[in-house]
């Protein structure tokens, strides 16, 4: 069975940084598209930032993050990471990686990110 387990989150100012990991046990790992997703309180889950297999990796970010987020992958180390820069309010929620594409794996704990002054 699949485990993931995500990391990093945190109280952060705006403005500030954080980087996010997940690591992914059970499953081939480097097959798959992989995506960070999140939900904000009272909010559905979103798609926010999804990389590619194979070499290169492209990327795809939703408007909200684009500029600021970058996602990455460690295929060796069946790791994904997220690194935020110039977080904002809007981007409090609490943060999952999954696979891209249906069927996705059961949802790990996530990771809470709270942004505040």
């Known amino acids: 069975q699949v485990q993931v387990v995500e990391a990093g989150g945190g109280l952060v100012q705006p403005g500030g940084s954080l980087r996010l990991s997940c690591a992914v046990s059970?499953?081939?790992?480097?097959?798959?598209?992989m995506s960070w997703y999140r939900q904000a309180s009272g909010k559905q889950r979103e798609l926010i930032a999804t990389?590619?297999?194979?070499?290169?990796?492209?990327?795809h970010y939703a408007n909200s993050v684009k500029g600021r987020f970058t996602i990455s992958r460690d295929d060796a180390k069946e790791a994904v990471y997220l690194q935020m820069n110039s977080l904002q309010f809007e981007d409090t929620a609490v943060y999952y990686c999954?696979?891209?594409?249906?069927?996705?794996?059961?949802w790990g704990q996530g990771t809470q990110v709270t942004v505040s002054s």
């Open positions: 999954n696979r891209y594409r249906q069927p996705l794996w059961n």
């Open positions: 059970g499953s081939i790992f480097r097959i798959y598209a």
């Open positions: 990389i590619f297999g194979g070499s290169g990796g492209t990327t």
